[in-house]
């Protein structure tokens, strides 16, 4: 499996789709390999230690067997992505359990997506466009509840609302670096984009349901 601790695709792994854990801004080795039609039926193999050393000299292993150095573009968008659905994760940890069943749904397609952007060369991407028009569909339904946003906004509000604001900038740092990526008009980013308004509006939902006032931004005033 790819990843940025240098932890490599175990023997034996028909790996088509993989799924790593990371840490602190490297992969550690816990390595899932999902297999479809292999000889695991039961879909998951996992590697039985933390290290290898394999990453000790600064590379890693993309899935298809290329090693690069651990600050390569696709090394930096998965681990992106990665440090995304960790926040996630900490937003659940403070949610109420309608938004925490709605974040648990984004962690496990992030896992996905971050195992693609860890792929040498993908030939497809699960994203689709039911999942765009998914989070379109969330964000409507949340706008129904919230008043209409005339100004710019501070973030902050309550603890989850805070935490998610931290999570929609992180989204856009890995949109950006998706577009690194994928210049033409890839899923991959249309997803990320989408999944950063969400982020914003389900911030915005959080202060509403715990009674939490938005704050709007006021300019300084310019010395006369």
Not at 133 to 138: A, G, N, P, Q, V
Not at 151 to 176: D, M, Q, W, Y
Not at 178 to 194: E, H, P, T
Request: glycine fraction near 10%; proline fraction near 4%; include cysteine.
């Amino acid at each position: 499996m790819a990843n940025g601790g240098g932890n490599d695709i175990p023997k034996g792994c028909n790996v088509q789709k993989s799924i790593a854990v990371r840490c602190t801004g490297d992969l550690i080795g816990i390595t899932c390999c999902i297999n479809f039609g292999g000889a695991s039926s039961q879909g998951i193999a996992m590697s039985t230690r933390i290290y290898t050393r394999t990453g000790d000299r600064g590379k890693t292993a993309l899935l298809g067997g290329k090693r690069v150095a651990k600050d390569d573009p696709r090394v930096d968008s998965y681990g992106e992505i990665d440090e995304l659905n960790a926040i996630l994760g900490e937003c659940a940890a403070v949610a109420p359990s309608s938004i925490r069943e709605k974040l648990s749904g984004l962690q496990s397609l992030l896992f996905e997506l971050g195992a693609e952007l860890a792929t040498e060369t993908p030939k497809a991407t699960s994203i689709t466009e039911a999942d765009v028009l998914s989070l379109e569909r969330e964000i409507d339904l949340m706008e129904e509840a919230l008043a209409p946003l005339k100004n710019f906004i501070l973030p902050g509000g309550s603890v989850l609302a805070s935490k998610l604001h931290v999570a929609r900038t992180v989204c856009r740092r890995a949109e950006r670096r998706c577009v690194g990526l994928y210049r033409d008009a890839s899923l991959i980013i249309k997803y990320v984009n989408r999944l950063s308004d969400y982020l914003f509006v389900l911030a915005r939902y959080a202060n509403h349901l715990e009674g939490y006032p938005e704050t709007v931004w006021k300019p300084r005033r310019k010395p006369t």
